[in-house]
């Protein structure tokens, strides 16, 4: 793990997703899916699962029996030929998800695997690859992976659902407001670096809907300078993590959106915690991060962890 290759990693981001859309706007990645799937079991570990969880979330919207779980666990549904099992792993060889893939292969359930290493271990052991098309990550981390598995997750709901959006359209303008906020970051990341620098962590919030860039931000602070950070539902935050702000010095980084932003906030104000939000205005923050199309939910969905992920290089490389 390097921190100057992992910023490097992050500036390469706007290129990497021009390739994705490209390469979704020629084909349909998901065309050799079986037919007959009646659900859809995801696996993963880590940013993988946190990416699963939304897709799941809003296949189940769109009437798909979808779940996501850690590869982990030790029972999950029974071997079935109508679960389509989705592996999801950067490198492809995640111990905990080629354990699960074991018991689900074999032709028991279909197998398409998404991985960024074609010659992997996961990848040979499914019916179905595919590649993240995220390029090498040579900081270590995975950044630009996580921001394409979602996308290509929005490409299976499309390809599920038959409805949704162009994925190849969303994913360009998800480029463009990564490039926003790396162009910009000197009007806007000096201030967030001072605000988030607590002695107690960072605290990363945002909806369901798009709880995956509250998890991958946090972990990118915990992986990257190891600073303490954990992650929050929005609406769960007034049940289990407001007591915080009444004894730490509570820093947080809320992406807005959830009909419960108001909530969090109201104890925010009495307790005179620090919040920056990412996205969006919300009454009382400390600070907002803006950047073009971050009033698309989508569009947020692929790029807001950018703002803590850059945090994260820059304290990473300051130690």
Known sequence: MNPELYLSDLEAKPAALATLAGTLAAADPFAALPAGVER????????????????????????????????????????????????????????????????????????????NTADSALARAADLVIPMHAGVERGGVSCRTFQHTLALLLALESRLTG??????????R????????L????????????????????????????????????????????????????????????????????RALLFPGSRYDEQAMDWVRQRGSTVVTVGGEVKDATAAVRYVHDDDADVALLTETLVAELVAAYWWAAQ
């Not at 897709?55 to 590869?71: F, I, M, Q, S």
């Not at 409805?163 to 360009?172: E, I, K, Q």
């Not at 007591?243 to 509570?250: A, E, G, I, R, V």
């Open 163 to 172: 409805s949704g959006r162009d994925v190849a359209a969303l994913v360009r």
């Open 183 to 250: 162009e910009r970051r000197d009007e806007w990341l000096p201030l967030v670096l001072e605000l988030l620098d607590g002695p107690h962590g960072v605290y990363t919030i945002g909806p369901v809907e798009r709880l995956s860039s509250a998890e991958q931000s946090a972990l990118m602070l915990r992986e990257g300078p190891r600073r303490p950070a954990d992650a929050c539902e929005t609406g769960d935050w007034a049940h289990v993590d407001v007591y915080l702000t009444k004894t730490l010095d509570y």
């Open 40 to 115: 859809v079991l995801f696996l993963g570990m880590g940013s993988s699962r946190y990416a699963a969880g939304v897709a799941a979330l809003r296949l189940r919207a769109a009437g798909v029996d979808a779940y996501a779980e850690y590869a982990s666990a030790a029972a999950s549904f029974p071997r079935d030929a109508r679960t389509l099992v989705v592996p999801i792993s950067a490198t492809g060889s995640s111990r905990e998800t080629l354990d699960a893939v074991a018991r689900h292969g074999g032709g028991a359930s279909p197998v398409a695997a998404l991985t």
């Open 174 to 181: 998800a480029a463009e407001a990564t490039a926003d906020l």
